[in-house]
Structure formats: structure tokens, C-alpha cells
């Protein structure tokens, strides 16, 4: 992983509140997408260092409670990457999250 991308998300770790596991999966998700980018441009070149500082802690915002509110069930129309579906997923495991591109 980028050095950029570890700073931003051992600094998500002390901002947001989530579980170990969460950030670990985090971690995993943005790994794949910094291998895989070469290949399938999944998000801008000039966005690869910042993907957890722009792309992740953007999608976070979704999972705010004034966003979220009660739902339980949420379509990411147009996924891409991922983005914010993903994050969402890992974030709040128990919502049933289809991602549709």
C-alpha cells in the first residue's frame, strides 16, 4: 500500500470510530485497488495516493446516522471502484448492500 494511503488510514483509525476488523478490511479493499488500478483505471491516477483520504473517508459519510437514518437495505447505483458501497459494507456490516454498476 502507498505510504500516502497508510498515513490517511492509521489517521481514519483516530478520527472515526470503527472496529479493528473494519480497518482492516479497509486496508485489504483500498491494497486491491492500488494493484488492480494499473489495469482496470478504477479511480484517477492522480487519486491513487489519496484514496483513503478522499475516496474512504468521503464514503464514511453515507454512514452517518443523518444519512443512514433507520435503512437496512441500500443500492450503490453506478459503483465503480466501489465507492461508497464497499466502505459502507465494511463499515456497517449488517446492512444488505447491493452494488450495481
Known amino acids: 500500500m502507498h505510504i500516502a494511503n497508510k498515513t490517511a488510514l492509521l489517521q ?3 478520527d472515526v470510530n470503527l472496529p479493528t476488523q473494519a ?3 479497509l486496508g485489504e479493499f483500498v491494497g486491491l485497488l ?3 488500478n494499473d489495469r482496470t483505471n478504477l479511480v484517477s491516477r492522480q487519486d491513487i495516493e489519496r484514496i483513503v483520504a478522499r475516496h474512504v473517508r468521503e464514503s464514511l459519510w ?3 446516522p443523518e444519512v443512514l437514518k433507520n435503512a437496512t437495505r441500500v443500492l450503490d447505483l ?3 471502484a466501489g465507492f461508497p458501497g464497499m466502505v459502507m459494507k ?3 456490516p449488517s446492512l444488505q448492500m447491493t452494488l450495481l454498476d
Open 78 to 80: 453506478g459503483t465503480g
Open 90 to 92: 465494511i463499515a456497517v
Open 23 to 25: 480497518l482492516e478490511q
Open 34 to 36: 492500488e494493484r488492480w
Open 12 to 14: 481514519l483509525a483516530k
Open 62 to 64: 453515507f454512514c452517518s
